[in-house]
């Protein structure tokens, strides 16, 4: 069965300037993981893209391949992530 890691992080914080509490909303994929499940490399790489082209995600300064998405951004974001997670999830299971 495929498999790989990626990440899913928020950031909570009583500041009013968040949504629902939320200060950020970083999604990706973790690169050294994926080495270890190439058969998902393909389908990781068009969900990076897709994550890429939402609008008002910033790069992530790590390791990891990732997008971040702000309290102000992360609301319109949301829908996109969403379509993009059930995209990856969806070809990584036609892959099993």
């Not at 909570?12 to 950020?24: C, P």
């Amino acid at each position: 069965m495929a498999s790989f890691s990626s990440v899913a992080t928020a950031y909570f914080s009583s500041v009013v300037d968040s949504w629902q509490g939320l200060k950020h909303l970083s999604v990706g994929i973790d690169r050294t993981s994926l080495a270890k499940t190439p058969s998902v490399a393909q389908a990781a790489e068009r969900y990076i893209a897709a994550i890429e082209a939402i609008p008002g995600g910033r790069a992530v300064n790590s390791k990891i391949s990732a997008r971040s998405f702000d309290a102000a951004t992360a609301p319109a974001a949301v829908p996109d992530l969403i379509e993009a997670i059930e995209a990856l999830v969806e070809e990584v299971q036609q892959l099993a």
